[in-house]
């Protein structure tokens, strides 16, 4: 990196887990010969494939198209598909916000960026905020996203075992203090990397300390409600008028067209608003039009519940019946898997770090992604940090297969050498 280069890109510049991931994931697509499980690409289901192939059509046909790929939208997002999500939220989570609490965005990752950068770093009042994450391990990026140096405070989890085979995480309220100094709190629900799912009481109980301290929560949904609904266990979505909801078309197959939606407060979507006009002039508008009629038409939560979910949910079956098979006899445990497309492997007696165990698996051709990355700002000397590995299983199951002898081997390796 260039000394002449600015203090704020260097932050984007070093070695970030993200840039490792994506790194990774244009590796994939040149040479074929890797087995993915790493990044977070969603699985291409043909059912959800075929409908957007048509909405495609449709959207030619009609003569949308010319206007769509011609016209710079409004930095709000498409407003048939701001009323559309509105009415919505409204009919399906009986939501009373309006046209003004919502604004699309360029990906969730860059919802992300603008509202860790909105709420994080030295703020107008003098005073230099922080992101709380109250429960690492978290979505790799958040480490990654903030200008500001030390701008992330995160919280280590209570370790739950369940069983020989799995354990949970849970938020350790016990050390969660809110200072001045945090501008707001973020969690992943479902959680990537480790498919944790956080309680309804655990989520009561955010919103709440969001309440009283007068910060937003930041909720996560990429996996989650109201769509693609990658849960499985039956969780509620509560309505907490401060909180910042960010969903994705991401995860229901629709990484490449970059469509994040956020739902918060006027002043909030009027902030991001603004950040959209000077940074990209207009927001993409390729996925709103493109799921525009399967929301209005509610055909985005049978398609979520129908399909979306029965096809990881089946592929987590094969990967665990698996990973019986490979892991039988290793000390590698699981987090229990309640959404999202991601094993989180936990090796206690691992006598590596797990970036040393992810270089000697991506040798033998598999992609993972080493744990560390999960842990912003987690000392090394909390071991577990060093001992996971989070595995994607949205790859067809003999790919799946393949990767997990590998890593068994491996694991195996190094555990007895
Ligand atoms: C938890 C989580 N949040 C946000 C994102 C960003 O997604 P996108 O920018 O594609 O909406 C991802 C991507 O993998 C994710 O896993």
């Not at 990429?222 to 969780?235: C, M, N, R, S, T």
């Amino acid at each position: 990196m260039k000394d002449s280069y600015s203090k704020f890109s260097s932050r984007f510049l070093g070695e970030t887990g993200t840039k490792l991931l994506m790194d990774d994931l244009g590796e994939v697509s040149t040479n074929p010969r890797y087995i993915n499980l790493g990044g977070g690409n969603p699985a291409l289901i043909p059912e959800m494939t075929r409908l957007f192939r048509e909405s495609i059509l449709e959207l030619v046909d009609s003569g949308e198209f010319d206007k769509l790929i011609s016209t710079y939208e409004s930095p709000q997002g498409n407003d048939l598909f701001i009323r559309s999500v509105q009415e919505f939220l409204a009919d399906t989570l009986g939501w009373d916000v309006n046209e003004s609490n919502i604004v699309v965005t360029n990906g969730s990752q860059s919802s992300f960026f603008t509202l860790f950068n909105l709420f994080a770093g030295l703020c107008v009042d003098g005073v230099n905020r922080s992101i709380l994450l109250p429960m690492t391990p978290e979505y790799i990026s958040y480490g990654d996203l903030l200008a500001g140096e030390d701008s992330l405070v995160c919280h280590l989890p209570t370790i739950n075992d369940i069983d020989d085979t799995f354990f949970k995480y849970s938020i350790n309220f016990e050390d969660l203090r809110i200072s001045s100094e945090i501008g707001a709190m973020c969690v992943s629900r479902p959680s990537n990397p480790s498919g944790n799912v956080i309680t309804d009481c655990e989520m009561s109980k955010l919103i709440e300390l969001a309440e009283n301290h007068e910060i937003p929560l930041i909720i996560d949904s990429a996996y989650g409600q109201p769509f693609p609904e990658i849960l499985f266990k039956d969780v509620s979505l509560p309505f907490s008028k401060g909180a910042i909801y960010c969903f994705s078309l991401s995860k229901l197959g629709l990484a490449g067209l970059r469509t994040g939606i956020v739902v918060a407060e006027k002043p909030i979507i009027d902030a991001i608003k603004s950040i959209n006009a000077v940074t990209s002039l207009s927001v993409n508008a390729v996925g709103s039009l493109l799921t525009l009629k399967l929301i209005t038409s509610r055909t985005i939560t049978t398609l979520s519940r129908d399909v979306v979910k029965p096809f990881y949910q089946a592929h987590l079956a094969a990967t665990l019946e698996l990973c019986g098979q490979y892991f039988r006899d290793l000390d590698v445990r699981i987090h229990r898997p309640d959404g999202a497309f991601f094993l989180w492997l936990w090796i206690p007696d691992l006598p590596i770090t797990s970036g040393e165990l992810y270089q000697r698996i991506k040798a033998r051709g598999v992609l993972v992604i080493p744990g560390n990355y999960f842990f912003p700002g987690v000392s090394d000397s909390w071991e577990h940090k060093n001992q996971c590995l989070r595995l994607s299983y949205a790859q067809d199951v003999e790919s799946i297969e393949r990767g997990l002898k590998i890593i068994s081997q491996e694991i195996r390796a190094v555990l007895r050498r």
